[in-house]
């Protein structure tokens, strides 16, 4: 049986992008509308898990309701030569009315009751004359309004997190064995 389609609305549809200077954590922010009458349980994955911190990376958007997903691109040397394979992919199911626990829901879903879109990564260096007009024309990011403390506690977060997905994936090597 073929997969359903995405009933959630992405907005950028196709592409996250990223403007530098790469030196600080870069936030592009994924807009995530449910138009239907039913709530919905979506998942965020990327093929580069050490370089983003997501937030919410998972979670259940009401019927009618909007969720605004944090994508962090972490510092890194930018080359603009090397074009950007990194992805993401939304991945959704229909919650169930009499659901629980989340994780359930994502451990009986049948493969055709899953829903994914994709999205590529672009990364865009400011022009150098672009500079002082740009800090003065476009909006504070979200990571500039959040103090440097905050951010630390985020990006150690982040990591905490990363080593526990890696902790998790091991044990369930090791299970599966």
Known sequence: MARQEQVLVLEPQHELK????FTDVVTATLKLTNPTDRNVCFKVKTTAPRRYCVRPNSGTIDAGTSVNVS???QPFDYDP????KHKFMVQSVLAPFDMTDMEGVWK???PEELMD??????????LEND????HSV?????????????VKKIMEECKRL???VQRLREENKQIRK
Do not use: I
């Open 18 to 21: 990223f403007r530098g200077p």
């Open 71 to 73: 994508v962090m691109l």
């Open 81 to 84: 030569n090397e074009k950007s």
């Open 108 to 110: 009986e879903a049948k």
């Open 117 to 126: 879109s994709k999205l590529r990564c672009a990364f865009e260096m400011p």
């Open 131 to 134: 500079k002082t007009t740009e």
């Open 138 to 150: 476009l909006p504070k990011s979200a990571s500039a309004s959040l103090d440097d403390g905050e």
């Open 162 to 164: 990363q080593m526990e």
